[in-house]
Each structure stands twice: as C-alpha cells, then as structure tokens.
C-alpha cells in the first residue's frame, strides 16, 4: 500500500474527487454485482462524470455519525484498540485500486469496517451471515492494505451490535482484483458503459447519463433476436398478470365485505382506505395562476417498439 492522500482535514468536495481517481471499498461490490442499491453503471457514471456529486441520503448521514460509537463498542466487545489511518491509500501492483478505510486494528495486521442497519435488515445479519457487498468491500481493503484479516461490526439500531472477523482469501482476492481491473480497464478508461443488468437502478443511471434526445434514426443492428424475446416476454407476463388478477378476484368474491381471510398458510386484507388527489384538471381550469406557479416541468424519454 502507499498513501494517495492525507484525509486529516480534507474538504468533502477534494476527498469526492480524489475518491473518483479510482475504485473505492464501497465501490467493490457493485463493480462486481452484488450491491443490491448500486449497479456497476452507477460506478461508471460517477467515475467518468466531470462533475463530482456526492451521495447522501438520511441513512448515510446516520451511518457516519454512529461510526464512532460503532468503533467505541467494537472496543468494548472485543477489548482490541483502534486508530483512524487519516489517509486514502491506494495499491501500488494495482494503482486503481484505493481504500479509505474506518479504523486500523492496533496490535494486529487488519482493519475494521463500521456499519449501521435497519433492525428490518436483521435477518441479513442473522446466523452469522454477512451481506455481500459489505465482505467484498472488507476484502478490498485487505488487498490494498495488504492484511490478514478485517473485521467488521454491525449496529443494528434497537436490537443489537455484532461482529466479525474475516480472513484473508487469496482466492477471492484475486477474482476482485480481476473483476475491478477489467471494470476500470475496459470500461472508466475506454469510456464504454457496463452492460445493463435489468435492474431499476440501471433505468434510472441511463436516464440520467442520456436525459436529451437529438432528431436522427439510427441502424437497428443486431438487436431482432432480443427484441423477439422482448416481445415473448411481454406476451408471457400478460397472461401470467391476468392470472394473477382472476385470482384475486375470485378471493374478493369469496371475501364478501370482509376484510381479513385466514389460514394455517396465508392471512389475506382487503381493507377499504380513503385516499386524497389533486385535482389537476379543475384547479388548472379554476385557478389558472396557482396552477401555473407551482407546475414543475420535467424531461422524460418514451421507450416504444413496433413492429415494422
């Protein structure tokens, strides 16, 4: 490992660009498919974009400021010392490769990851199980610190504090290092995007990186098998959503006025609820000027396929 950059002081704004040299702990498991709230797409718009934004959310923000009683409690836990290493490293063999890591393990060749999660996420942590994303990350920083172990620690607010200690795993190592290096390689340096992997969060990246349209038609090479299988699919799904309706409604026939059904297997509501709509149309045709103040305008693409 060698120091990129001392952090002791560092504005947000310098740590964002500096993170975006390259390939973060956090970026790990996204890069390689396995972060189920960031799609590798994401990475690759962050890394290429020319303006440098900042993630946050409320959960973020929590995540941060819990750090430190995290650290605090792993201590106690474990009666192992921490430090703050106050510096993004980066791996010399593999210079794409970098790690602002939570703390240091005094007395220990490791490290430690502090996390925070919702106690509706418990059974991702039950029995010993750690999320996918979180252990690729860990392993990450194992290769650019180059230790043995990392351990990481959980709070799961009202319920409880765990953790854990993992291994180094050469194998699994170098799969990562395969996989970051091809991501940063053959997609942030050549500027090609990852292909998309069906997700929603990929729809929102492409709107995003592709939000203007330009009057021109281009060649429709090489897509007419999968847009026959799109056209299959979509068959497929109508039927399978109309069986789906026509067995519903043969329960609410069932049901009556009754809002509850049970049995040994299945509970199932069907309860009445009031809810409130704006009424666009008559407060347009009413009061034309409140309309008019308070619309929003957005751009949106339309995806359509026909038949020739």
């Not at 509706?120 to 290769?143: N, R, V």
């Not at 997609?187 to 203007?212: R, T, W």
């Amino acid at each position: 490992m060698k120091k990129l950059i001392s952090t002791f002081g560092l504005d947000k704004s310098a740590w964002l660009t500096y993170r975006n040299k390259g390939i973060g702990g956090s970026d790990a498991g996204a890069v390689c498919g396995f972060n189920p709230y960031r799609t590798a797409m994401a990475v690759y718009q962050d890394k290429t974009s020319k303006e440098v934004e900042e993630m946050n959310n409320e959960a973020m923000r929590q995540g941060r400021e819990f750090e430190d009683y995290v650290a605090g409690r792993f201590t106690e836990a474990s009666g192992k010392k921490v430090r703050r290493a106050n510096a993004m490293y980066y791996d010399e063999n593999h210079p794409f490769m970098l790690a602002d890591v939570d703390r240091m393990v005094v007395g220990e060749n490791a490290g430690l990851e502090c996390k925070t999660a919702s106690p509706y996420l418990a059974d991702k942590w039950e029995d010993g199980k750690i999320p996918m994303h979180y252990q690729l990350q860990c392993f990450h920083y194992m290769s650019v610190m180059n230790t043995e172990a990392w351990y990481i620690a959980v709070l799961i607010y009202g319920r409880e504090f765990k953790f854990y200690r993992i291994e180094q795993d050469e194998g699994i190592i170098a799969d990562l290092i395969r996989m970051e290096q091809d991501f940063w390689e053959n997609h942030v340096k050549k500027g090609k995007m990852p292909n998309p992997d069906g997700s929603k969060l990929a729809d929102s990246v492409i709107a995003e990186y592709f939000k203007q349209s330009a009057p021109v038609t281009v060649p429709l090479a090489g897509f007419d098998e999968k847009l026959k299988r799109r056209q299959e699919l979509m068959e497929v799904i109508s039927r399978m959503d109309t069986e789906k309706k026509q067995i519903e409604q043969e329960i609410k026939l069932y049901m009556g006025e009754a809002e509850l059904a049970e049995n040994d297997r299945y509970q199932v509501s069907w309860k009445a609820f009031c809810s409130s709509r704006l009424d666009v149309e008559r407060l347009k045709e009413e009061e034309p000027q409140i309309y008019e103040k308070f619309i929003r305008q957005t751009t949106a693409r339309r995806f359509t396929v026909k038949a020739a």
